[in-house]
Every structure is written in structure tokens, then in C-alpha cells.
């Protein structure tokens, strides 16, 4: 199965692009990134996913590398509604569905 | 409008009480989740169903129980052999098939007295 690796916290100031990275080495062909966001006490936000192409929507970009073993999201401009805990995770078993969630990156937008 | 409802938002349980959590969705998922967490924590899995009468254990299902007799709702019980219950519930849903986004309740905030 593969696993997620992310950073625990990071600063981004507001108006900057916020690029909160992941690893994933052990991914395999056909599991797919998905990232989601929780803002405090709320539940968890589905922001984006991808494959192996790059992926924009009006939230977030994913930046998936060639041999796929990381991705990065990035926020192109973040604002302070954007601070909130992110989470990187693959699909991790073949036709069972089951969706594990690691400890994500809880992302601080500074004024 | 389209959802997934979770009940109670707050619930207060004496030790030794079992406890249900209601998940009930109107978006005709098939798949549905049941999540723990802890303060300061990620996300664990509990429970997962992907269709009605069929369900899964997760990675912490000790201690609890569900069940999927309609494809709308999937209740999860907190029984009294659950050691340390006190946490923040979440129930999601999604569609069957490879892609496709999880869709998360508010989620139920239980704590035992």
C-alpha cells in the first residue's frame, strides 16, 4: 500500500503561492493523488487529484513529478481563509475502497 | 441540496455506555467511511462499506460496530469495551469506482464523562 509523507506545518505569507510538497515512493501505476483540506473542527475538503498529469482547478494546482513518486499542491494566491490542515493520500487497495489518511500539513497563512 | 448529515454534533456518554453516531447521505453513494480523530492528529480509519449488508474493518475498528442495511445510512456504534472514546467522528461517502472525491459530514464530537 502506498504511503504518504508530508511535512508537519508550514508558513506561507498572504498573496504568496503556498506549495505544500508530498512523497509517495511506493505508489503504484494506477493509484491516483488526491488532496483534501480540514479546517478546524470542520470536515475534511476535497481540493484536487490527479494521476500523472498535471492537474488545475479553480482551488489548487497539483504538480505530480514524472516517476510519480511525489506531487506538489500549490495555493497561487493564499489568503488567510486558506490556513487549514492538508492532506496528500493515494488510493490504497485495488477495488476495496479504503482511503487512508496520514497526519497531513497544517498550512499557516501569515498577514 | 445534496449531502451528507451526521447527529448528533455533540454528544456526552458515561463510561460504560454504548453510543450510536447517525450518517445518513442523499448524494446515492455506494461507498461510505467512518473516521476517528484525536486531537492534534490525522485521520484514522474505522469502519468502510461499499455497498449495502457489506462492510470492512479499518485500521482501529476495535471496540466499535456498524452496520449497512440501506444504502442512505451507515450508524456507527462506540460500545463500552472502546477504552478511550472520547474523539471527533467524521462519516464520508463517495461514489464506487477507481476516482471519484470523498464527501465529508461535519462531524460528531463525543465525550465521555
Known amino acids: 500500500d502506498a504511503k504518504t509523507t508530508q511535512p508537519p506545518s508550514m508558513d506561507c505569507a498572504e498573496g504568496r503561492a503556498a506549495n505544500l510538497p508530498c512523497n509517495h515512493s511506493?505508489?503504484?501505476?494506477?493509484?491516483?493523488v488526491y488532496w483534501y483540506r480540514q479546517i478546524h473542527s470542520q470536515g475534511p475538503q476535497y481540493i484536487i487529484h490527479?494521476?500523472?498529469n498535471n492537474e488545475t482547478n479553480e482551488m489548487a494546482s497539483l504538480i505530480i513529478t514524472e516517476d510519480r513518486k511525489s506531487s506538489t499542491l500549490i495555493l497561487p494566491h493564499a489568503t488567510l481563509r486558506d490556513t487549514a490542515v492538508y492532506y496528500c493520500i493515494v488510493r490504497v487497495t485495488q477495488g476495496a475502497q479504503k482511503l487512508v489518511f496520514g497526519q497531513g500539513t497544517r498550512l499557516t497563512i501569515n498577514p | 441540496d445534496g449531502g451528507i448529515t451526521q447527529s448528533p454534533k455533540y454528544l456526552f456518554r458515561k463510561e460504560g455506555q454504548n453510543v450510536t453516531l447517525s450518517c445518513e447521505q442523499n448524494?446515492?453513494?455506494?461507498?461510505m467511511y467512518w473516521y476517528r480523530q484525536d486531537p492534534g492528529q490525522g485521520l484514522r480509519l474505522i469502519y468502510y462499506s461499499q455497498i449495502v449488508n457489506d462492510f470492512q474493518k479499518g485500521d482501529i475498528a476495535e471496540g466499535y460496530s456498524v452496520s449497512r442495511e440501506k444504502k442512505e445510512s451507515f450508524p456507527l456504534t462506540v460500545t463500552s469495551a472502546q477504552k478511550n472514546p472520547t474523539a471527533f467522528y467524521l462519516c464520508a461517502s463517495k461514489h464506487k469506482g477507481v476516482t471519484g472525491e470523498l464527501f465529508f459530514g461535519e462531524g460528531s464530537r463525543l465525550t465521555v464523562l
Open positions: 490527479g494521476l500523472k
Open positions: 448524494l446515492n453513494h455506494d461507498a
Open positions: 511506493t505508489i503504484s501505476g494506477n493509484e491516483y
